[in-house]
């Protein structure tokens, strides 16, 4: 056995058993969050973005972390292949949160946009981790959420979406990087409190995009990853 191949299934083991080593926090670290309109909207006030950048300046006042917000509305995967030089590869982070999927799947039902087919949402997303990984930069990769907010399995893009956050988990386990499984958050806690299975309301303002609520179990998984 290569040791390549030993180390993956020693991640692959932790993973299962939720041990995965937080990533430690350095003096002067710089944490890029990429992805879409849901990352993009996360550096309002109540943001998953903004409640992070307190909750970590509070934690280590001294370390002067830095915070930056790429999320751009409408972004694909092929989106954050275009553009990972510019907005992160150049900014040389130590961290980067990739939070995609969404609009890979949702925009299939849209009239006038395109999802990503399958093949190359993992191809891209993949050559998006390999060139930050080439910086050195470590990689938290979160899973697309929800396209509605029924947790039985009833919203129309749910099997689709299925499929789409189970490609992010493999390309974790196959390149080694933290996974944030929101998919598996959101329909946990859905599950707990959408006790009328509402499609919208409950972690979401319109199925897809976060209320406070949501924001704040987004912020709570990523800092999962981060060490105190």
């Known amino acids: 056995m290569t040791i ?30 990429f992805g879409d309109s849901i990352t993009e909207q996360g550096a309002q006030p109540n943001g998953f973005v903004t409640l992070i950048k307190s909750e970590l300046y509070a934690r280590h006042p001294e370390r002067k ?36 999927g969404i609009n890979d799947v949702w925009h299939w039902a849209l009239e006038g946009h395109q ?3 399958k093949d190359q949402y993992e191809s891209d997303l993949r050559e998006v981790i390999a060139r930050i990984q080439y910086t050195d930069a470590r990689v938290i990769l979160c899973t697309p959420s929800v396209i509605g907010e029924r947790y039985d399995g009833k919203n129309p893009q749910d099997a689709m979406l299925e499929e789409y956050a189970a490609i992010s988990r493999k390309i974790v386990l196959d390149l080694g990087i933290r996974l944030c499984d929101l998919r598996k958050a959101f329909i946990t806690y859905l599950k707990a409190h959408n006790t009328e299975n509402k499609e919208k309301g409950i972690l979401t303002t319109d199925g897809v995009h976060l209320n406070d609520e949501g924001n704040k179990l987004v912020a709570q998984e990523i800092l999962k990853l981060l060490q105190n």
């Not at 191949?5 to 670290?29: E, H, Q, T, Y």
């Open 65 to 100: 972390i830095e915070i930056i917000n790429a999320g751009v509305s409408g972004n694909r995967a092929p989106d954050l292949l275009r553009r990972v030089a510019q907005d992160v590869i150049d900014v040389k982070p130590a961290i980067v949160v990739i939070y995609i």
């Open 115 to 117: 999802g990503t087919p």
């Open 4 to 33: 390549l191949k030993a180390s993956l299934m020693f991640s692959a083991l932790l993973l299962l058993v939720g041990c995965i080593p937080r990533i430690p926090l350095r003096n002067g670290d710089r944490i890029i969050f």
